[in-house]
């Protein structure tokens, strides 16, 4: 079975540049979740999606961040404008709603804004 | 409200040693535990999770946990250590939607040849 699936793996971009992070869930799994993993902050949860709705997104550090889920098997993470304190590695996970069903990572996008 | 705190933030054992990650959590109900290892450069992977069947559980890689509810801890253990094994690890406990996740701030191990 094919995993999360996170592109691109790496960008590196200039400060005011627009930063796009894509993700495709495991099939069938209906939750998705964008974190932040920093070496200050640690892994922080930005937003999490049920069945395509933004569930909670208290988590986006301010409005230059966006989420969206189109469809059941696509999220974006878009930063504009970019800023340097936005390196960090985001990652996307996916799970099936409730029972406690674990969630399962992608490898993760290393952003780097020069 | 429900909280982890795992008590090393690093781990240093001898390969071949016995290996113990500790991990208490807070929780007003019964909770669902997750241990996630994280490989440098890597997402995490799940190690084994408790949901409330059998109190110890076996997870990949030799790994283990114990969930005890009297002491509010769900402690990861492994025999013997592999080289293999150094990497982050992070305890987990879910939400009471059973949709939101608590992690703690991760321990890193570090196996010694």
């Known amino acids: 079975d094919a995993g999360v699936i996170q592109s691109p793996r790496h960008e590196v971009t200039e400060m005011g540049q627009e930063v796009t992070l894509r993700c495709k869930p495991i099939?069938?799994?209906?939750?998705l979740f964008w974190y932040r993993q920093t070496m200050m902050r640690g892994l922080e949860l930005l937003i999490y999606?049920?069945?395509?709705?933004?569930?909670?997104d208290s988590g986006m550090p301010e409005d230059r961040f966006s989420a969206k889920m189109p469809n059941a098997s696509f999220s974006t993470l878009k930063i504009q404008p970019s800023e340097p304190r936005d390196s960090a590695v985001y990652f996307c996970?996916?799970?099936?709603?409730?029972?406690?069903?674990?969630?399962?990572f992608g490898d993760g996008t290393r952003l780097s804004i020069l | 409200a429900q909280s982890v705190t795992q008590l090393d933030s690093h781990v240093s054992v001898s390969e071949g040693t016995p290996v113990l990650l500790r991990c208490n959590y807070s929780?007003?109900?019964?909770?669902?535990l997750f241990w996630y290892v994280q490989h440098p450069n890597k997402g995490l992977q799940l190690l084994l999770k408790?949901?409330?069947?059998?109190?110890l559980v076996k997870g990949i890689n030799g790994f283990e946990a114990e969930f005890k509810k009297s002491e509010t801890s769900f402690h990861l253990t492994k025999p013997s250590a592999h080289m293999s094994d150094a990497a982050e690890y992070f305890c987990?406990?879910?939400?009471?939607?059973?949709?939101?996740?608590?992690f703690g701030t991760g321990t890193s191990l570090t196996v010694i040849p």
């Open positions: 408790y949901t409330s069947a059998a109190t």
């Open positions: 929780s007003s109900y019964s909770p669902s």
């Open positions: 987990v406990v879910s939400g009471n939607t059973g949709n939101q996740f608590y």
């Open positions: 996970a996916s799970g099936r709603l409730g029972d406690n069903q674990p969630q399962h």
């Open positions: 099939s069938g799994h209906n939750s």
């Open positions: 999606f049920n069945n395509n709705v933004p569930i909670d």
